[in-house]
T-cell receptor, first 113, second 116 residues
Framework: GDSVTQMEGPVTLSEEAFLTINCTYT??????LFWYVQYPGEGLQLLLK?????DKGSNKGFEATYRKETTSFHLEKGSVQVSDSAVYFC????????????FGAGTRLFVKA | DAGVIQSPRHEVTEMGQEVTLRCKPI?????LFWYRQTMMRGLELLIY????????DSGMPEDRFSAKMPNASFSTLKIQPSEPRDSAVYFC??????????????FGPGTRLTVL
């Protein structure tokens, strides 16, 4: 079945550091890929998405490129801020099976001032 | 837009009691999802509805859990009887359900359940 694997956390960075959170997936066909973010005490919210191969999703300085050849969707940001501290979830929605969304385990990011 | 509304935000109950969690999806959204989040198991999909009909309830842990969606603007998740291992944050989410894989899910703020 479909699955998502993302790097384990926590990831601890200093402010203005470069961020990469790795995400790889297994799916049949051409799923849509998502990054969701969860701030403390809140529900998940969409950060960015890409719906076909080679698409780049971007938002708030974060970027991720849909790489079908490596089945990856790594999240990057050039300069993190303390306010980026949160849990980040990689997810996919397949094109079969009722469009069920599969979430990764989440990666907690701490950014120090 | 008010977003997805969940109530209560916090619930503390004793083992054996019935618990009912409530959700109002975003108006116009056709799909509704119930998730459970714990440190040990992460985010788990319990059940989802499309046009008020349960599509996949394979994530419902056991018969103690039940979910209903009597109309497009309201859903409940009931646990009877509750047990301490049910303690978790329960999220409701809705999506517009365009019939493609591109739909974004919109999450509510969650209900933090503690069963003593």
């Amino acid at each position: 079945g479909d699955s998502v694997t993302q790097m384990e956390g926590p990831v601890t960075l200093s402010e203005e550091a470069f961020l990469t959170i790795n995400c790889t997936y297994t799916a049949t066909g051409y799923p849509s890929l998502f990054w969701y973010v969860q701030y403390p005490g809140e529900g998940l919210q969409l950060l960015l998405k890409a719906t076909k191969a080679d698409d780049k999703g971007s938002n708030k300085g974060f970027e991720a490129t849909y790489r079908k050849e490596t089945t990856s969707f790594h999240l990057e940001k050039g300069s993190v801020q303390v306010s980026d501290s949160a849990v980040y979830f990689c997810a996919l929605t397949g094109n079969t099976g009722g469009f069920k969304t599969i979430f990764g385990a989440g990666t907690r990011l701490f950014v120090k001032a | 837009d008010a977003g997805v509304i969940q109530s209560p935000r916090h619930e503390v109950t004793e083992m054996g009691q019935e618990v009912t969690l409530r959700c109002k999806p975003i108006s116009g959204h056709n799909s509704l999802f119930w998730y459970r989040q714990t440190m040990m198991r992460g985010l788990e999909l319990l059940i989802y509805f499309n046009n008020n009909v349960p599509i996949d309830d394979s994530g419902m842990p056991e018969d103690r859990f039940s979910a209903k969606m009597p109309n497009a603007s309201f859903s409940t998740l009931k646990i009877q009887p509750s047990e301490p291992r049910d303690s978790a944050v329960y999220f409701c989410a809705s999506s517009p359900s365009t019939g493609t894989s591109t739909d974004t899910q919109y999450f509510g703020p969650g209900t933090r359940l503690t069963v003593l």
